[in-house]
């Protein structure tokens, strides 16, 4: 099924993704899943939420750059080798 994902570009610093987090929290924001990459100097934040519009605008009010893309998401079992047999199907 196709998704909103809303990307985020933050400065890598301490406390900056608890900075996100809260902003989103206390926007409402009920988040599904997270995910972080990094670098020294700054990360993309990936997320899914439930309101991914509402939550890219909290973000941008509060100054972070924020963006949506339409992705690809796959509900994976929790069992050994369920990843590696979607994997063969992509």
Do not use: C, H, W
Request: aromatic letters at 4%.
């Amino acid at each position: 099924m196709f998704v909103k994902q809303l990307s985020v570009f933050l400065e890598n610093t301490e406390g900056r993704l608890d900075e996100v987090l809260k902003i989103l929290a206390q926007g409402g924001i009920d988040l599904l899943s997270a995910s972080l990459a990094d670098t020294m100097e700054y990360g993309v934040l990936r997320l899914l939420a439930k309101d991914p519009d509402k939550a890219k605008q909290i973000l941008k009010d509060a100054g972070f750059a924020a963006r949506i893309d339409e992705v690809i998401a796959v509900v994976v079992p929790d069992a050994v080798g369920s990843l590696a047999k979607v994997s063969q199907r992509l």
